[in-house]
């Protein structure tokens, strides 16, 4: 079992415009491709993360939210960092944003994959952004190619990155 990151990011890597999803509910395959990941496992996220779904514990998931201050919500546990996040959690467990808490995760060693969808768009007006991989640490491992549709407006692939073993 894994922890792994969970994003999506168009061509500029941006993953938020306005406290929403940049192509806002326009990729209902990714929804359900994040639903289908993460269901069954934890989700840690960030406070403003926790906002963007309307303050309330995404069901069949065990809910982590970092804040410096306790959510008030009912069925969601709160962190006030990424690693007291990460003790609370059992496997598997999702990173599913925001940017910080993406930053911090992709320097921790135990966090090992990302299933990154990567948007074949450029959104403009956009504020929140994934950072640049380090492909010395990290390797494609798998790629796959959905095509838009009637019901997903843009094309995009899933991308499955490994964190390189050491020695
Ligand atoms: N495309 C995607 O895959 C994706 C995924 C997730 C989110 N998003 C988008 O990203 C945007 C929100 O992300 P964001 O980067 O603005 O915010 P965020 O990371 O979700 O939340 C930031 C907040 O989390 C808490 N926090 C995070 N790291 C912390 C740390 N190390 N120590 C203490 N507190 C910490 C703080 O909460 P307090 O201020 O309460 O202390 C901070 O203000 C929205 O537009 C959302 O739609 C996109």
């Given amino acids: 079992m894994e922890k792994a990151i969970i994003v999506a990011y168009d061509t500029n890597r941006a993953i938020g415009r306005g406290g929403d999803l940049p192509w806002g509910r326009s990729l209902p395959a990714d929804l359900a491709h994040f639903k289908r990941l993460t269901r069954g496992g934890d989700i840690i996220m960030g ?58 995760a992709l320097n921790a060693p135990e966090i090992d994959t990302i299933y990154a969808t990567e948007v074949d768009a450029t959104f403009s007006d956009t504020d929140t952004f994934f950072p640049e991989l380090d492909m010395t640490i990290w390797q494609e491992m798998s790629r796959t190619h959905h095509p838009a549709d009637d019901d997903n407006a843009y094309a995009f692939d899933f991308v499955t990155y490994r964190r390189k073993t050491v020695g």
């Fill in 47 to 104: 406070r403003k993360t926790f906002e963007s779904i309307g303050r309330r514990p995404l069901p069949e998931r065990e809910n982590i939210v970092i804040s410096s201050r306790p959510t008030g919500v009912k069925g969601v546990l709160t962190a006030v960092n990424l690693s007291s996040a990460l003790a609370l959690s059992r496997y598997p467990t999702f990173i599913i944003g925001g940017a910080q808490v993406y930053s911090d």
